[in-house]
């Protein structure tokens, strides 16, 4: 479930910028350490090209045209066509993904069928069972594993800058972790923003989102449900909570584009700073309306976009909006180029308060897993 929201959590204090910088490194740096060094299982992965070379590897994953494979002699990812791909042998377990939806968990075989253009695709799933399907209809597929450690993917990335004209320093962490299954899966993910000028007050941003999702009867719909928090000192919010679920559909799904939308009810509670003149405390309930579009170009270039509208019920003439874009760039290895746009709107905001926060954040990204 391609589907991320923001997780309900108290925010950290507001540290002088050298102690949350170092706090935030030290994060970093033990989740790097903590991250298992190889997700992959044993190499024996098998491809053979159309044009007769043969290539035995560790396959990652498969999206964008593209598969992703690592070799013992090589450092890093390498990307190989999908469409001169002529036969796949592997005795290892994938999570494959169909255009209609449908998901399977098992060995993967890939074979032409003689006297035709056709390529097959056989999946044998651990009881035993055999499905059989055309490779055109393959949307996606990645390696998994029986241990919960091998199904882990995610990213971590972090920026920082600093000018001395004005003594500003700004600085930007943060990580996401999808756990697959075959028809449901979970997210975790952490945002946070610090900005520090000489002579002005601190500014931060701080996020927590947690979310997960269940494919329905119906392949290409599913239920999602999830909670978020957020700190903001730029519209002075101590704490928002956000708890809600709906129902989604994939509206799209190729090896290059996904395209999903969710209807849903969200309960909201923002805590405001001792500054705000009005209710220091606010309750809504709202109708929640997400759009989430995530497009990925072969050598590796990602683009996901989230847009998400609420309509408060309680609050008639009032909306919340908030949206989430991000860019990555494959510079080699498993180190990405990032390029990050967050921002959230209030229509109607206590007096005395911003309706708005939003930025963009650059740096580096480390992925792990099959991303």
């Given at each position: 479930?391609?589907?991320?929201?923001?997780?309900?959590?108290?925010?950290?204090?507001?540290?002088?910028?050298?102690?949350?910088?170092?706090?935030?490194?030290?994060?970093?740096?033990?989740?790097?350490?903590?991250?298992?060094?190889?997700?992959?299982?044993?190499?024996?992965?098998?491809?053979?090209?159309?044009?007769?070379?043969?290539?035995?590897?560790?396959?990652?994953?498969?999206?964008?045209?593209?598969?992703?494979?690592?070799?013992?002699?090589?450092?890093?990812?390498?990307?190989?066509e999908w469409s001169r791909?002529?036969?796949?042998?592997?005795?290892?377990?994938?999570?494959?993904?169909?255009?209609?939806?449908?998901?399977?968990?098992?060995?993967?075989?890939?074979?032409?069928?003689?006297?035709?253009?056709?390529?097959?695709?056989?999946?044998?799933?651990?009881?035993?069972?055999?499905?059989?399907?055309?490779?055109?209809?393959?949307?996606?597929?990645?390696?998994?594993?029986?241990?919960?450690?091998?199904?882990?993917?995610?990213?971590?990335?972090?920026?920082?800058?600093?000018?001395?004209?004005?003594?500003?320093?700004?600085?930007?962490?943060?990580?996401?972790?999808?756990?697959?299954?075959?028809?449901?899966?979970?997210?975790?993910?952490?945002?946070?923003?610090?900005?520090?000028?000489?002579?002005?007050?601190?500014?931060?941003?701080?996020?927590?989102?947690?979310?997960?999702?269940?494919?329905?009867?119906?392949?290409?719909?599913?239920?999602?449900?999830?909670a978020s928090g957020l700190?903001?000192?730029?519209?002075?919010?101590?704490?928002?909570?956000?708890?809600?679920?709906?129902?989604?559909?994939?509206?799209?799904?190729?090896?290059?584009?996904?395209?999903?939308?969710?209807?849903?009810?969200?309960?909201?509670?923002?805590?405001?700073?001792?500054?705000?003149?009005?209710?220091?405390?606010?309750?809504?309930?709202?109708?929640?309306?997400?759009?989430?579009?995530?497009?990925?170009?072969?050598?590796?270039?990602?683009?996901?976009?989230?847009?998400?509208?609420?309509?408060?019920?309680?609050?008639?003439?009032?909306?919340?909006?908030?949206?989430?874009?991000?860019?990555?760039?494959?510079?080699?290895?498993?180190?990405?180029?990032?390029?990050?746009?967050?921002?959230?709107?209030?229509?109607?905001?206590?007096?005395?308060?911003?309706?708005?926060?939003?930025?963009?954040?650059?740096?580096?990204?480390?992925?792990?897993?099959?991303?």
């Amino acid at each position: 479930m391609a589907v991320v929201f923001p997780l309900s959590s108290c925010p950290p204090r507001i540290a002088p910028s050298g102690e949350f910088m170092l706090l935030s490194t030290v994060l970093l740096g033990a989740t790097l350490i903590m991250t298992p060094p190889a997700m992959l299982g044993p190499k024996n992965d098998v491809l053979y090209m159309k044009n007769g070379d043969k290539l035995t590897c560790g396959i990652k994953s498969m999206d964008a045209g593209a598969i992703y494979v690592v070799l013992d002699y090589v450092d890093g990812t390498i990307s190989v066509e999908w469409s001169r791909l002529a036969r796949l042998e592997s005795p290892n377990l994938f999570l494959v993904q169909l255009d209609d939806g449908a998901v399977y968990t098992g060995n993967i075989s890939i074979h032409p069928v003689e006297g035709s253009d056709s390529v097959l695709v056989e999946i044998t799933e651990p009881g035993g069972h055999r499905v059989t399907f055309d490779k055109s209809r393959i949307a996606a597929f990645s390696s998994t594993s029986a241990s919960f450690w091998g199904r882990l993917n995610g990213n971590i990335s972090s920026g920082i800058s600093y000018a001395k004209g004005n003594q500003t320093t700004t600085y930007n962490i943060s990580s996401n972790v999808n756990y697959p299954r075959p028809r449901w899966s979970a997210g975790l993910g952490f945002n946070s923003n610090f900005s520090n000028s000489s002579g002005a007050t601190a500014s931060t941003r701080n996020q927590f989102n947690l979310t997960a999702g269940h494919l329905m009867r119906w392949n290409n719909w599913f239920y999602t449900g999830f909670a978020s928090g957020l700190q903001s000192t730029e519209q002075q919010i101590t704490l928002q909570t956000n708890l809600g679920g709906g129902i989604g559909k994939y509206v799209k799904k190729t090896s290059n584009v996904r395209m999903s939308v969710v209807g849903g009810l969200v309960w909201q509670e923002t805590n405001y700073g001792a500054g705000v003149s009005t209710a220091s405390t606010e309750d809504m309930l709202g109708v929640m309306l997400l759009g989430t579009v995530n497009y990925v170009k072969f050598k590796k270039t990602t683009l996901t976009l989230t847009v998400n509208a609420i309509p408060s019920l309680s609050d008639p003439g009032r909306f919340y909006f908030n949206t989430n874009a991000s860019y990555f760039l494959k510079l080699f290895g498993q180190i990405n180029w990032n390029l990050s746009f967050y921002g959230n709107w209030d229509t109607q905001p206590p007096s005395g308060t911003s309706g708005n926060d939003y930025g963009i954040n650059s740096g580096l990204s480390f992925t792990f897993g099959n991303q």
